[in-house]
T-cell receptor, first 117, second 115 residues
């Protein structure tokens, strides 16, 4: 159990276009989902925390108008990279939080490789 | 605020040898500690976690870690590694903040197992 999927697994787009990445919890409900960005050979940096039915909370330095997050249901969160530029090329990973007795464990998706030409 | 330090960016080791990947953390509150493994172009897989109780935690694939509060460490160990253990390993810390537990990751350690 606790499977998280992401779609697409990789995407190539032209500069200036928008790209949507989906994150789904397949066998559990996730009130909270997280979006991370990972540059090559670097660690994961939290971009934002997405709560079902409310606005996402963005980390300092992350442009909310650039990275639109929608958490419309308990099993789906989407990240839209608007007007993408080559510097937005990265590996984007989502995680879904499942409430436990004492803490909210995160389960990670397989990631989405975005390349902006 | 909390932070995680992984002192070794790369650890080369021969197959069947033991390995230790080091992790130190800092936090002003009680924390939960995690080790994740990432294979190329994949997401993160949880190896093990410390929430409370016994300081020696056993995880998947023969890995274990020991929580040392006085030294604020959570080093990962395996007595005998395999080629398939070659991957990136991330230590992470979380403090419980209601419904959402934010994870702070270390910079990662690349474990390279060779014959």
């Amino acid at each position: 159990g606790a499977v998280v999927s992401q779609h697409p697994s990789w995407v190539i787009c032209k500069s200036g276009t928008s790209v949507k990445i989906e994150c789904r919890s397949l066998d559990f409900q996730a009130t909270t989902m997280f979006w991370y960005r990972q540059f090559p050979k670097q660690s994961l940096m939290l971009m934002a925390t997405s709560n079902e039915g409310s606005k996402a909370t963005y980390e300092q330095g992350v442009e909310k108008d650039k990275f639109l997050i929608n958490h419309a249901s308990l099993t789906l969160s989407t990240l839209t990279v608007t007007s993408a530029h080559p510097e937005d090329s990265s590996f984007y990973i989502c995680s879904a939080g499942r409430t436990g007795r004492s803490y909210n464990e995160q389960f990670f998706g397989p990631g989405t490789r975005l390349t902006v030409l | 605020a909390q932070s995680v330090t992984q002192l070794d960016s790369q650890v080369p080791v021969f197959e069947e040898a033991p390995v230790e990947l080091r992790c130190n953390y800092s936090s002003s509150v009680s924390v939960y500690l995690f080790w994740y493994v990432q294979y190329p172009n994949q997401g993160l897989q949880l190896l093990l976690k410390y929430l409370s109780g016994s300081t020696l935690v056993k995880g998947i694939n023969g890995f274990e870690a020991e929580f040392n509060k006085s030294q604020t460490s959570f080093h990962l160990r395996k007595p005998s590694v395999h080629i398939s253990d070659t991957a990136e390993y991330f230590c992470a810390v979380s403090s419980y903040t209601g419904t959402a537990s934010k994870l702070t990751f270390g910079t990662g350690t690349r474990l390279q197992v060779t014959l």
